[in-house]
């Protein structure tokens, strides 16, 4: 398998990208961004900024926006409740996991 250097992106807290760059490697529309903006799924690095700049993380949560949208035939709606959705999970997640650190407990083993 050939995997092409172009693709390779270097994901961290300090780079920052476009919106348009958040389309183009996504394969989002700017109306699906746009929702996902309006919704807090993706965040501008400043919200009063023109133009919008996010952190460059936000590449695989669009990339995962748009697989969803590809591979579950939504519309814009339905990936922006379901990117809200495994947004709120995963938060429940690392409350659930700080919980259970406090309390000294590790992860159950069920069964």
Known sequence: MKVDATEWIWLNEQAICSAQNLVEV???????????????????????????????RYVVVASMARRLR?????????VTLAMTLMQRIEELELELNAARARLGHGRSNPG
């Not at 590809?70 to 339905?78: A, C, K, T, Y």
Request: glycine share 8%; net charge negative; no cysteine.
């Open 70 to 78: 590809d591979d579950f035939e939504l519309d814009r709606h339905g």
């Open 26 to 56: 996504s394969g989002l529309s700017n109306e699906e961004l746009d929702d996902l903006i309006e919704n807090g799924v993706i965040a501008p690095v400043d919200a009063n900024a023109q133009p919008m700049s996010f952190p460059l």
